[in-house]
């Protein structure tokens, strides 16, 4: 097994430089640093992890703490952070609190006192409050996919931008000619799509109707229930938009067991793209969010801040914009309706 020793042999170093290389704690000039990485390549080295951490006062582990993998949106997420960890040698430590912020408390309790070097805390997976008072501990955090308000203004953050779904998705249907369209979103997680979606109908100069709002928990039950309610109105929507796919494809189940047909009688729109979206049937159009870059953005964040790094005075803000894809869930409106 090669050691640091044998590195420092080959590089013709002393161990202690061959340490400040790998630590970056001392600099080195780039001639030496060079003749060390060379070394460690050709020795094939592989320095002891914990080691390494202990010397610069670091675990080298993460913590993601989100509400569920049950929703394929985080199952896509935490693939990506969890790849982006382990470029930079770090570990990832995943909990889920599944909507509930007494399990939020306990999990980022538990995983502070586990010595973790710092948090990504997505989907308002815990209360603000534990949040900040894990900061105030001395902690990092990152939050992700978080509505943004006065709480969170002192945490840097990595957001899409869900006004903007919201806002995409309801004018898509607009210029499908649809004028009574329904949402079902999940409150408070979803409050800036319902934004979006309302800011653009009332600019359209179309009411926003209390019986055209339905509230979900972004299950796929929830949105075959919110859907079932919508279509038993005396004057049910033409259109529907979900906060997330996974309750656009609920209401999609619903309005096909009503034997209606989509989208010749109703179009549906989701939010997310998870890959079930582009094999419904029909294939669902919806608000692709960029999970991959954002789950990047949010890692490499955080590791700017526990290595300290180019850290600005003010939290950092990065916002990634979504896009729509259309697909055949959604068509011009049909005259008759």
């Known amino acids: 097994m090669t050691t640091i020793a044998d590195v420092a042999r080959r590089a013709k170093v002393t161990t202690a ?3 400040n290389v790998l630590t970056q704690r001392v600099p080195v000039s780039d ?17 002891n992890l914990v080691a390494r951490g202990l010397a610069q006062g670091k675990t080298l582990t993460l913590a993601l703490v989100v509400p569920t993998l049950s929703n394929p949106f985080f199952a896509e997420v935490v693939e990506e952070i969890e790849h982006v960890a382990d470029l930079h040698d770090y570990q990832l430590l995943l909990s889920m609190t599944h909507n509930s912020p007494e399990e939020g408390k306990r999990h980022l309790e538990r995983m502070a006192s586990r010595w973790v070097d710092g948090f990504i805390v997505m989907g308002m997976a815990a209360d603000i409050a ?6 105030d501990s001395g902690k990092e955090v990152v939050l992700s996919v978080w509505n943004q308000d006065a709480s969170t203004q002192t945490l840097p953050i990595v957001d899409i931008d869900f006004r903007l779904a919201g806002e995409l998705a309801t004018r898509h ?67 529907i938009f979900a906060g997330n796919d996974w309750m656009a494809l609920g209401a999609m189940e619903a309005i096909a067991n009503r034997n209606l047909s989509i989208p010749h009688d ?18 669902l159009t919806t608000i692709s969010i960029p999970k991959r870059e954002m789950a990047r953005a949010a890692t490499e964040l ?5 290595q300290g790094t180019d850290i600005p005075t003010e939290p950092l803000k990065i916002l990634v914009s979504p896009h729509l894809k259309v697909r055949q869930s959604t068509a011009r409106i049909n005259s008759a309706l």
Do not use: M
């Open 173 to 239: 249907l607009l210029e499908c000619g649809h004028r009574r369209i329904a949402a079902i979103v999940e409150e408070p997680v979803q409050l800036t799509r319902r934004k979006g979606f309302e800011i653009t109908l009332t600019e359209a100069g179309i009411p926003v109707l209390p019986e055209y709002i339905r509230q979900g928990d972004s299950s796929f039950e929830s949105g075959y229930q919110a859907a079932l309610a919508l279509l038993a109105l005396p004057q049910p929507p033409t259109a």
């Open 130 to 135: 534990d949040v900040l008072s894990l900061r």
């Open 31 to 47: 001639k030496t640093r060079a003749r060390v990485l060379q070394a460690i390549k050709e020795l094939g080295y592989r320095p």
């Open 266 to 283: 109703l179009s549906v729109v989701g939010v997310d793209d998870i890959s079930q979206a582009a094999h419904s049937h029909p294939a």
């Open 17 to 19: 430089t061959v340490s």
């Open 302 to 306: 955080l590791l700017r801040y526990i």
